[in-house]
């Protein structure tokens, strides 16, 4: 097993054994649902809720060794915690709590990445919504992959449902066009 994989099914069994609510985001669901690319770290959405972050965070800074000094500060500020694997391999953990990340987290299934190691990814409609939400260059390369190998499968309806509030909440105005043409490019 690669480790980047190992590094998944790290903090994947570290939140069941807590019965946490988390997905793998990033790079790795992209694998499942995209066009696969290499990845260098590890993405994690797990719902923290309001108020309840330090707990958490604390928690993970006993079983992952924080990626800067400060890491749980940076963690309450920034609402991601930047920690590494046993082996080293970076892991961010975004601190959800909003609507939209309880409802990625619900929708999320199992998928198998390598013989015998399954991890727990959002769906390829929450994968969208992230990427279009976060903006980057790479993050637009891998909705248009997301769009070409899910096609007519990906539920536009819950993409426009999920994405619209989060981009009003950014006052993002480029976001919605950019998925439109990409989305209508099908």
Same mark, same amino acid.
């Given at each position: 097993?690669?480790?980047?994989f190992r590094?998944?099914?790290?903090i994947?069994?570290?939140c069941? $054994? %807590?019965a946490?609510?988390?997905?793998?985001?990033?790079g790795? $669901?992209v694998?499942r649902? #995209?066009?696969?690319?290499?990845?260098? !770290? =590890?993405? *994690?959405?797990?719902?923290?809720?309001?108020?309840?972050?330090?707990a958490?965070?604390d928690?993970?800074?006993r079983?992952?060794?924080?990626?800067?000094?400060d890491?749980?500060?940076f963690?309450?500020?920034n609402r991601?915690?930047?920690v590494?694997?046993?082996d080293?391999i970076?892991i /961010?953990i975004?601190? #959800?709590?909003m609507?939209?990340e309880?409802?990625?987290v619900?929708? $999320?299934t199992?998928?198998?990445v390598a013989p015998? *190691?399954e991890?727990?990814?959002?769906?390829?409609? /929450?994968?969208?919504?992230?990427?279009?939400?976060? #903006?980057? !260059?790479r /993050?637009? *390369? /891998?909705?248009?992959?997301i =769009?070409?190998?899910q096609?007519? %499968?990906? !539920?536009?309806t819950l993409v426009?449902?999920?994405?619209l509030?989060?981009?009003?909440?950014k006052e993002d105005? !480029?976001?919605?066009?950019?998925?439109?043409r990409?989305?209508?490019?099908?």
């Amino acid at each position: 097993m690669n480790a980047i994989f190992r590094a998944a099914r790290e903090i994947e069994e570290f939140c069941r $054994a %807590r019965a946490w609510g988390f997905c793998i985001i990033g790079g790795l $669901a992209v694998q499942r649902w #995209g066009e696969p690319r290499l990845t260098r !770290d =590890v993405g *994690v959405t797990l719902l923290t809720g309001f108020g309840n972050e330090p707990a958490f965070v604390d928690e993970l800074l006993r079983g992952f060794r924080g990626r800067l000094p400060d890491a749980s500060e940076f963690a309450l500020a920034n609402r991601v915690l930047l920690v590494v694997s046993t082996d080293g391999i970076p892991i /961010d953990i975004a601190l #959800g709590a909003m609507p939209f990340e309880e409802a990625a987290v619900r929708r $999320a299934t199992p998928y198998e990445v390598a013989p015998n *190691v399954e991890l727990t990814t959002c769906s390829a409609e /929450d994968l969208v919504v992230l990427k279009a939400f976060a #903006g980057r !260059d790479r /993050d637009w *390369v /891998d909705v248009e992959g997301i =769009v070409n190998r899910q096609g007519s %499968r990906l !539920d536009d309806t819950l993409v426009w449902r999920e994405l619209l509030p989060l981009l009003e909440l950014k006052e993002d105005r !480029d976001a919605e066009p950019r998925l439109r043409r990409i989305l209508g490019g099908r």
